[in-house]
C-alpha cells in the first residue's frame, strides 16, 4: 500500500533554513503536500506541489520534487520561532484519490 | 461559510458506550474524508465519500465503525461499544473534485474513553 516517510525530528537555530525530507512510495502520486500543525491547533495546508512540477517557492517556502527519487522536501527560509511546529508530508493518488500522511517532522527552533 | 466545522469538540465517554461525530463540510465540496490521529502519528485514513457514496473505507476500521453521508452533506461517524484504543482526535475533510483538490481541514473531535 501507500506509505508516507519522514524524520521524526529536526533541530535548527533561528534564522537558519530548514530543511523538511519525505519519501513516499505511490508512483502514481498527482499532487503532493505539505501541511503544518501546532499545539492544539488543526492541520494547516502550507503548500502543495503538483507531480509535474520540480520545484515552487512561495515566500519563505520552497518544495522541491525528485519525482524519480519519490522524494519530496520543504526549505523553510530564515526559520522564526512562530515556525515551531509538526510539519506533515503527504500525497494523493492518482488511481483513488485518498490522501496519505507521514507520522509529521517535530521542528524545533533553537535560540 | 467559516469553513470545515465538527461537533462535538470533545467527547469523554465510558468503554463500551457509542458515540457519534458530526462533521459538516465546506458547502459546495462533494468529497468528504475522516482521519483519526493519535499522541505523536499522523493522520490515519479512515474512509471517503464522494457525494454520498462510500468510496473506500480503510482495514483500519472495524465493524465498530460506520460512516454516513445520507443527503451528501454533513457526515456522522459513529463507533459503537467504544474501547480505551479509539481514544484520539477524529479529523474531517472536504475537497471540490476536480482540477486541483486541496483538502481543508476541520478542528477535529477528541474523543477519550475511560
Known amino acids: 500500500g501507500e506509505d ?3 524524520s521524526l525530528f529536526l533541530s535548527v537555530r533561528e534564522g537558519d533554513s ?4 519525505c519519501t513516499y512510495t505511490d508512483s502514481s502520486s498527482t499532487y503532493l503536500y505539505w501541511y503544518k500543525q501546532e499545539p492544539g491547533a488543526g492541520l494547516q495546508l502550507l ?3 503538483f507531480s509535474n512540477m520540480d520545484m515552487k517557492q512561495d515566500q519563505r517556502l520552497t518544495v522541491l520534487l525528485n519525482k524519480k527519487d519519490k522524494h519530496l522536501s520543504l526549505r523553510i527560509a530564515d526559520t522564526q520561532t512562530g515556525d515551531s511546529a509538526i510539519y506533515f508530508c503527504a500525497e494523493m493518488g492518482n488511481r483513488d484519490d485518498k490522501i496519505i500522511f507521514g507520522k509529521g517532522t517535530r521542528l524545533h527552533i533553537l535560540p | 461559510d467559516t469553513g470545515v466545522s465538527q461537533n462535538p469538540r470533545h467527547k469523554i465517554t465510558k468503554r463500551g458506550q457509542n458515540v457519534t461525530f458530526r462533521c459538516d463540510p465546506i458547502s ?3 468529497r468528504l474524508y475522516w482521519y483519526r490521529q493519535t499522541l505523536g502519528q499522523g493522520p490515519e485514513f479512515l474512509t471517503y465519500f464522494q457525494n454520498e457514496a462510500q468510496l473506500e473505507k480503510s482495514r483500519l476500521l472495524s465493524d465498530r465503525f460506520s460512516a454516513e453521508r445520507p443527503k ?3 457526515s456522522t461517524l459513529e463507533i459503537q461499544r467504544t474501547e480505551q484504543g479509539d481514544s484520539a482526535m477524529y479529523l474531517c475533510a472536504s475537497s471540490l473534485v476536480g482540477g486541483y483538490t486541496e483538502a481543508f481541514f476541520g478542528q477535529g473531535t477528541r474523543l477519550t474513553v475511560v
Open chain 1, 47 to 49: 503548500t502543495y506541489i
Open chain 1, 4 to 6: 508516507v516517510e519522514q
Open chain 2, 28 to 30: 459546495e465540496h462533494n
Open chain 2, 72 to 74: 451528501g452533506s454533513f
Open chain 1, 18 to 21: 530548514s530543511v523538511i525530507n
